[in-house]
């Protein structure tokens, strides 16, 4: 589990805070290069396996056999990629963001629907984004991507066929709010605390067969205090979900 040095009493001897911050670090440390250690094999791996699998005259059962471990490198690929992620997160002792470009929201969120419409496939999940155009976003691109689609397609994988997927991008009394709101399996009230927790599952067995990561609400989490942001949940067992990200008026952009 992650130490959040921040939040270290305040009457610790320096020593043992200099010492817990020395551990988290190697903690830190030794996630990513363990992590960027396995990317190579990994991907060699992954790479014989799609040869093999082009094979014409391969047996039913063989072919079986090399699409699991092909699926299964994939999983492992796509959980050291947010690893990775997560490590370049919160490896700025500050937790800001060093870029301040203009972001263009409601283009960036088209583009992740259109994505997510590919995700959803035979479920034909009913996906609407109501986007104002005119409110940018000043921070890094690639970052709050990657939390704009963990949010959404977490929406896709959870709610069932034909569901309802809404997405809103606006502004309301000098904040902008980022809102995915599903039809979906909902949350139990106990879960809500701990779901941007690292590997943390609801649904242990239906979050592998999602082919989730268990990061995806810990690297929104950090994006978010990145961009001075906060995330509200908003859940009923059964009867879906509401994430809400805020963002404060000194983050925002009229154009």
Request: aromatic share 6%; with cysteine; net charge neutral.
């Amino acid at each position: 589990m992650k130490i959040n040095t921040q939040k270290l009493p305040a009457n610790l001897p320096t020593q043992i805070v200099s010492h817990i911050q020395h551990l988290e670090r190697m903690r830190q440390d030794f996630v990513a290069n363990v992590s960027h250690e396995l990317r190579t094999p990994l991907t060699v791996i992954h790479g014989y396996l799609e040869t093999l699998l082009d094979e014409k005259d391969l047996p039913e059962t063989r072919k079986k056999v090399f699409l699991q471990m092909h699926q299964q490198t994939l999983r492992m690929e796509n959980l050291i990629e947010d690893l990775l992620l997560l490590s370049r997160l919160e490896d700025d002792v500050d937790n800001e963001t060093k870029t301040d470009e203009p972001v263009a929201v409601a283009d960036l969120l088209n583009q992740i629907c259109n994505e997510a419409r590919e995700l959803s496939g035979d479920a034909k999940h009913d996906i609407q984004l109501h986007a104002d155009k005119t409110v940018l976003l000043k921070g890094c691109q690639e970052e709050l991507r990657s939390l704009f689609s963990n949010l959404i397609f977490n929406a896709v994988k959870y709610t069932a066929p034909n569901g309802e997927i809404i997405i809103n991008w606006q502004m309301k009394n000098k904040k902008a709010y980022f809102s995915v709101q599903d039809s979906g399996i909902g949350i139990a009230e106990k879960h809500i605390p701990r779901l941007t927790e690292r590997f943390y599952r609801v649904d242990p067995a239906r979050s592998r067969s999602s082919g989730g990561t268990g990061l995806g609400l810990a690297i929104a989490k950090h994006v978010l205090l990145r961009h001075d942001g906060e995330l509200n949940i908003q859940s009923k067992l059964g009867k879906g979900s509401t994430f809400t990200c805020i963002f404060p008026n000194n983050r925002l952009l009229i154009n």
